[in-house]
């Protein structure tokens, strides 16, 4: 059966036990009615929040005046030791700069170049599987970090930096909570900010190593043996209004955010997509006889493949919520916001609202379809974000999710085995206590 949605705290338990339950678990410390509210205001001593599942708004905040609506810093202190200032933190002028010089590298053929890469991934995870019974996630984070490595580097997890980059990022994953103090509290600029000793040791020894992966890189391209990926293309490519690259500095704090976001949250997709299709045998034959895709002339013969990743990014959307912070103040469904009110958008809610989704918990990925599926996910699917901020390797993951999935699913009969995976929020939506598959090898026909 598919997990149920966390269960949500009631009663009227006061601010401060509630902060406790969200800085622990932000899903199940939300209120059941949340998945049929249109908004929801929180508030504290320090501060005011909103959360928004009304498409008017989310419209409002993500597409017609993203300006106004800056990425809060409450959420990001948490990260500020491994992402520096790269894209994920920054806002206005100097994010501008930043999608300036990272969109092109994603441009145009990016996916046809990174594919024989990511075939490449998707044949050694399958490689080191066995007939037995496994922990998915742990498997679906390595074969997600290889991508990130032989797209990003041309080199496979096995380098001995790369292999530096993904050991600590295992240990600040579960070190790392979503938010931190700063979330609640209003902390001024001049105040120290503290942070787990073992989170800060993880996100310096991460950074260490993608110090020395770039560094390597410079060398490369200095001497005009520079593989042609991704790290070469955003290293020599320049600001069209500045005429500057990214600075050594800059390069490492953007190449954090690449492997946080295009590891992190498609290891989890991954993960989540494998066991939707163990407990629903019939899907799970259905991408199995689509086949393996090996190029991408490939992926538009994989149509029911991409439905289960589209369906697996409803269900559980990597990124829970997504949190913003007013400039000046607004009303929001006749609710006065004042300036540096919080606001949650979240995919966790917006992707099951009862309002929306014609059966919301249920994993069909036939749905994707239908018209009527296209019209909600019109108004309420963002598993990328939306407008100006949408992740820019959106097109890139569904390509690596399709690959991935067919390639597992294609070589082994998946089965679940162990408890009922139960969904938290890490850095991204994962199981609490992983999620255990038994895998059987496919005969041939």
Not at 143 to 168: H, N
Not at 200 to 229: Q, Y
Request: aromatic fraction near 8%.
């Amino acid at each position: 059966m598919i997990p149920p949605k966390p269960a949500s705290r009631q009663g009227r338990a006061g601010w401060l036990r509630y902060l406790r339950l969200f800085r622990r678990d932000i899903l199940s410390a939300q209120p059941a009615h949340l998945h049929r509210a249109w908004m929801a205001e929180f508030r504290t001593p320090f501060f005011r929040s909103y959360l928004m599942n009304d498409p008017e708004l989310i419209d409002l905040v993500l597409k017609d005046r993203p300006e106004d609506f800056p990425k809060s810093t409450r959420v990001t202190e948490g990260l500020a030791p491994m992402l520096g200032r790269s894209v994920f933190v920054t806002n206005a002028a100097e994010w501008a700069r930043q999608r300036r010089i990272i969109d092109p590298a994603f441009a145009g053929g990016e996916i046809r170049q990174a594919f024989p890469a990511i075939r490449a991934a998707a044949e050694a995870m399958v490689a080191r599987l066995s007939e037995d019974a496994c922990e998915i996630e742990a498997v679906a984070s390595r074969a997600a970090a290889d991508v990130i490595f032989r797209t990003l580097f041309s080199v496979p997890i096995e380098d001995r930096l790369a292999a530096e980059v993904f050991d600590a990022f295992r240990t600040y994953q579960r070190a790392q909570p979503l938010l931190n103090l700063a979330a609640f509290l209003p902390l001024p600029n001049w105040m120290p900010r503290f942070h787990r000793p073992r989170t800060r040791k993880a996100a310096r020894a991460i950074r260490a190593a993608v110090s020395a992966l770039v560094a390597r890189r410079a060398e490369e391209i200095a001497a005009g043996r520079a593989p042609d990926d991704l790290a070469t293309r955003i290293m020599t490519l320049h600001d069209p209004v500045s005429g500057t690259p990214f600075s050594t500095a800059e390069m490492v704090d953007q190449v954090a955010i690449f492997f946080l976001a295009g590891h992190e949250t498609s290891a989890a997709a991954l993960a989540w997509a494998l066991y939707l299709l163990a407990i629903h045998p019939e899907a799970q034959d259905r991408v199995a006889a689509e086949g393996v895709c090996y190029n991408v002339s490939d992926l538009s013969g994989h149509a029911f493949t991409r439905n289960v990743v589209r369906e697996t990014l409803r269900l559980y959307p990597p990124v829970p919520m997504m949190v913003r912070e007013t400039l000046r103040p607004e009303t929001f469904r006749g609710r006065a916001a004042p300036v540096g009110a919080q606001v949650v958008l979240s995919p966790w809610h917006l992707h099951r609202h009862e309002r929306i989704w014609t059966a919301p918990d249920a994993f069909d990925p036939d749905r994707w379809q239908r018209a009527e599926t296209r019209a909600q996910a019109r108004q309420a699917y963002m598993p990328f974000s939306a407008g100006p901020r949408v992740c820019p390797g959106a097109g890139f993951a569904m390509a690596e999710l399709v690959v991935m999935v067919s390639a597992i699913a294609s070589a082994f009969e998946l089965l679940p085995a162990g408890p009922l995976p139960v969904p938290v929020a890490h850095l991204t939506v994962r199981s609490r206590d992983g999620i255990w598959l038994r895998l059987r090898a496919r005969t041939a026909d």
